[in-house]
């Protein structure tokens, strides 16, 4: 649970730089599309947080496992959203 926690916190940092880069630095960008982007990084990162600390099933290992593996699975989708989300407005693959 702590690994999974760090690594939430490592990708919601990397894409917030990589956004919050591409609203101060390439020129053209529309910065209230990026606003709306860096919002929606820190809600995906709270909400990962928020059910990382908190499995369904705690009684059956079986059911937690399952649990994380999909909240991996969620979390995957989330980022290549925010990360084609970052590229759309960026200009450029971000990836």
């Known amino acids: 649970k ?5 690594t939430i916190n490592e990708i919601a940092s990397e894409l917030f730089v990589e956004c919050l880069f591409c609203r101060l630095y390439v020129p053209g960008v529309d910065t209230q599309k990026a606003d709306v982007i860096l919002t929606k990084i820190l809600d995906m990162q709270a909400d ?9 099933g705690k ?19 989330k980022v290549e ?4 989300d970052i590229t759309e407005f960026g200009g450029k693959d971000k990836s």
């Open 81 to 84: 959203e925010i990360i084609s």
């Open 48 to 56: 990962f947080l928020n059910r990382a600390s908190r499995p369904d």
């Open 59 to 77: 009684n059956s290992q079986k059911l937690v496992k399952a649990y994380y593996k999909k909240l991996k699975e969620n979390l995957m989708k």
């Open 2 to 6: 702590k690994e999974l926690k760090q």
